[in-house]
């Protein structure tokens, strides 16, 4: 079910975006974002940029990237200037990675961590990292099967021509991989401004055969709350009387997903096992082992 919610004036009167991030800057000793002015998207199937990545996720070295051990179970991807991975590590001990694409906008978010983790109760912060990568591609290296609990997707590029679909980051392809790395009852949490958006995220989530609506969140839900209200994105729609719509879905068990061999391992034959559920579009292939979600779902956990 679609959520709306009208934006209402923060603290009685519009508060402008240069003025409050100056405010911040001097109280918090944050970077400043008018130095580290980005474009507000780029093309994520671009070959321009090149990464460093893992090529299994058991090579990669998260103890340089947080105060404590372990490994991350909570990702934002597309986290922007940062506002709800910093929001969430005062809410959950859980690791959170912030996801970005965007050279300036990571460095940006590696400073404001490194300088709350200084300037204030930093043991709050020492849960929460950025890493610069592109989740389009690289998520299933740098993220075991089964290690998330919550994925959010924060009023991300709409794409609107229909030849830029595809670089759309809610997609039947895309959504095995966060299926992938989402462990059985994880949360996958979606929010835009725009409505047509909207409804394409949701119909590719009930489209797909490993997501499930979760329940309704309570209100006072602190992560909800947190993804509605804490980003810069949201208080700018807020700021401008916009209406936002949200979503969350849950990764379903493996054996409740109607996908023969899903996460299983790849079959060395054509499959001869019972036929698949209910075909959920156009946009994916009715099974064998020729089935994009097959093939992306295959990977091995370690």
Not at 147 to 166: E, G, I, Q, V, Y
């Amino acid at each position: 079910m679609a959520k709306a919610s009208s934006a209402v004036p923060l603290g009685g009167a519009l508060i402008h975006e240069e003025e409050e991030e100056e405010d911040d800057a001097r109280e918090e000793c944050y970077p400043q974002k008018k130095y580290f002015r980005s474009r507000a998207h780029c093309n994520p199937l671009s070959h321009n940029d090149s990464f460093e990545y893992p090529l299994r996720p058991e090579d990669m070295d998260w103890g340089g990237l947080y105060g404590v051990p372990g490994s991350p179970s909570i990702v934002d991807v597309g986290c922007g200037f940062g506002g709800l991975s910093m929001s969430l590590a005062t809410k959950t001990t859980e690791l959170i990675l912030a996801l970005e694409i965007r050279p300036k906008v990571c460095e940006f978010v590696r400073r404001r961590v490194d300088s709350l983790r200084k300037k204030r109760d930093g043991f709050k912060y020492q849960n929460v990292a950025c890493l610069r990568s592109n989740a389009m591609i690289y998520l299933p290296n740098l993220l075991a099967k089964g290690s998330l609990t919550k994925l959010f997707f924060c009023f991300p590029d709409p794409h609107f021509k229909a030849k830029n679909h595809r670089r759309r980051v809610v997609s039947p392809a895309l959504l095995a991989e966060y299926a992938f790395v989402l462990r059985p009852g994880g949360l996958l949490y979606a929010i835009t401004d725009v409505r047509q958006l909207h409804d394409w995220h949701e119909a590719k989530l009930e489209a797909h055969p490993c997501f499930e609506r979760a329940p309704d969140p309570p209100d006072d839900d602190p992560f909800l709350r947190a993804m509605v209200d804490d980003t810069e994105e949201g208080k700018k729609v807020a700021r401008n009387h916009g209406d936002k719509f949200w979503l969350v879905y849950q990764r379903k068990p493996d054996d409740a997903i109607h996908q023969p061999k899903l996460f299983g391992p790849p079959s060395s034959g054509p499959s001869s096992g019972p036929s698949p559920g209910p075909s959920s579009g156009p946009s994916r292939s009715s099974g064998g082992t020729a089935d994009p979600l097959t093939r992306a779902c295959n990977r091995p956990s370690s």
